[in-house]
């Protein structure tokens, strides 16, 4: 059985820092794009970060780039999504998703494609 486990959220001031997990189980990260996606009150599910490490590939929403940084470790099956100099307009919900159908990305997109999801981690940003 797929199943994606995020944490990793919190309360954060403005310009701190916070590292999310997704520790995945039922299938191999390194073999399938992974997403971070997130959602704040009142709007759209917006893709942030992407990763497909078997094909080298990372990707970045540009409200994010520079920013986050997203990487896989292989060992614990596990995707990781740095978040640095974080804003308070970054606050949301965080998900983490696989999508085993496809590699394509669509960045920034709600990731309706994506077939599994994490149950989500608070991500609050106080100024």
């Known amino acids: 059985e797929v199943q994606l486990q995020a944490s990793g959220g919190g309360l954060v001031q403005a310009g701190g820092s916070l590292r999310l997990s997704c520790a995945a189980s039922g299938f191999t990260v390194d073999d399938y794009v992974i997403g971070w996606f997130r959602q704040a009150p009142g709007k759209e599910r917006e893709g942030v970060s992407y990763?497909?490490?078997?094909?080298?590939?990372?990707a970045y929403g540009d409200s994010v780039k520079g920013r986050f940084t997203i990487s896989t470790d292989n060992a614990r099956n596990t995707v990781y999504l740095q978040m640095n100099s974080l804003k308070p307009e970054d606050t949301a919900v965080y998900y983490c998703?696989?999508?085993?159908?496809?590699?394509?990305?669509?960045?920034?997109?709600?990731?309706?494609?994506?077939?599994?999801w994490g149950q989500g981690t608070q991500v609050t940003v106080s100024s």
């Open positions: 998703a696989a999508n085993t159908e496809s590699r394509a990305i669509d960045i920034g997109g709600r990731g309706d494609d994506y077939p599994y």
């Open positions: 990763i497909s490490s078997s094909g080298g590939m990372t």
